[in-house]
């Protein structure tokens, strides 16, 4: 009898604790993502789209959460058709082979003030590292927003092209090993 109580009052706190997480649906529409890569010469700029996501949300901080990212959907701003042929390349994120890029977030600190710091794992071409990153997040009519500034070291993930990092006298035509992704994230 005591381990039937013992029992159905551990499956009882389960069951309230899994309710009391949230889980909010990205809204792909109406999120961003800006990303910058910068050279000795100068810098691109461009678009990128997010294909799903969603994070669970429990007492003020991001509990999981998991974020596809559509590598063919990937922009330059000025429209430099060769420049989109070589970052959709073998050289850069080649994308024919790896058209998704997924974002999985294993928690977060809470969100005081409105801020916090979240962690997890960002897969590019097959390859995994760990983030981390500082969000905001604001609540709106139309849901939370959640916004970002993620620095990705691009020869963690095997894209070494121009890197002086791996590369000997490329002068001005190297490219920074960092780039950068702006993130503005609609969730429901």
């Known amino acids: 009898m005591k381990r039937a109580l013992l029992l159905l009052t551990l499956t009882g706190l389960v069951l309230v604790n899994v309710g009391a997480q949230n889980k909010l649906t990205a809204d792909t ?15 691109h700029t461009g678009t990128i789209k997010l294909h799903s996501g969603w994070l669970n949300w429990q007492d003020n901080k ?11 959907s990937l922009k330059e701003s000025e429209n430099n058709k060769m420049l989109m042929g070589h970052l959709k390349s073998d050289d850069f994120f080649g994308v024919a ?13 809470p969100f005081d003030k ?4 979240v962690n997890g794992t960002l897969t590019i071409k097959d390859i995994t590292n760990p983030v981390e990153f500082k969000a905001s997040m604001q609540k709106k009519d139309d849901g939370t927003w959640f916004f970002a500034n993620i620095t990705i070291d691009r020869t963690k993930y095997n894209i070494r092209y121009g890197s002086g990092s791996f590369f000997d006298n490329l002068g001005d035509k190297t490219i920074y090993d960092e780039f950068k992704v702006k993130v503005n994230l609609l969730v429901k």
């Open 114 to 117: 409105g801020t916090g710091v």
């Open 97 to 109: 082979k790896y058209p998704v890029a997924k974002l999985t977030i294993t928690g977060s600190t």
């Open 29 to 43: 529409t109406k999120t961003s993502l800006l990303w910058l890569g910068e050279k000795v010469t100068g810098q």
């Open 62 to 72: 991001i509990v999981s959460g998991e974020f596809n990212i559509d590598m063919a």
